[in-house]
Each structure stands twice: as structure tokens, then as C-alpha cells.
């Protein structure tokens, strides 16, 4: 699933819905997009988090994909984001 644009307070348990929606039960591993994401607060994060409880409960694994030169980036070290789910460089 591709994100774009922004993820903050106002869109996030939109956008974690949207997310659970598409994700097939069939899947063993949802790939999350962020490289066109601009902006993710603390309720973006807290999102994946919560996402990625989710997905575990269906034995399903999350993975998100974070370019390294994104802004994005930082803010996902600081929370020690990529300690629970791993964060990819690209979809490749």
C-alpha cells in the first residue's frame, strides 16, 4: 500500500483502516509505502504500531518502506520504529 501526502491526527486510524482493508489474509507480509509521505506525527507512528499488533494477531509481518534521505526517517530512529518493524530503502 502506497501512502502519500501526510499522516497525522486527523487521517491516521483512517489511514490504518485503509491499510487493514487492502491487506489481503492471504498474505504473509504487508509492504507499506511511505517514500511519497511528507509528513508523519506521533499518531502516524503510533499508527504502525498499532498496525503492525494488528497484522502479528493474523500472523502477518508489516514492513515499511522509508527512503533514506526522507525526513521521514528520523522521526522513525527516534521511536526506535525500526526495532519492531523493519524499514526498508526501497520496494526493490
Given at each position: 500500500m502506497r501512502v502519500s501526502?501526510?499522516?497525522d491526527?486527523?487521517?491516521a486510524v483512517v489511514v490504518r483502516d485503509a491499510i487493514s482493508q487492502v491487506a489481503s489474509v492471504d498474505a504473509g507480509v504487508i509492504v507499506v509505502d511511505l517514500t511519497e509521505t511528507a509528513y508523519l506525527d506521533s499518531s502516524g507512528i503510533a499508527m504502525l504500531f498499532r498496525?503492525?499488533?494488528?497484522?502479528?494477531q493474523s500472523r502477518q509481518e508489516l514492513r515499511v518502506v522509508v527512503?533514506?534521505?526522507s525526513p521521514l526517517r528520523a522521526a522513525l530512529e527516534?521511536?526506535?520504529?525500526?526495532?519492531?518493524i523493519p524499514v526498508l530503502h526501497t520496494l526493490e
Open positions: 501526502g501526510e499522516v491526527l486527523t487521517n498496525l503492525a499488533e494488528r497484522l502479528t527512503p533514506p534521505d527516534l521511536t526506535d520504529l525500526p526495532q519492531t
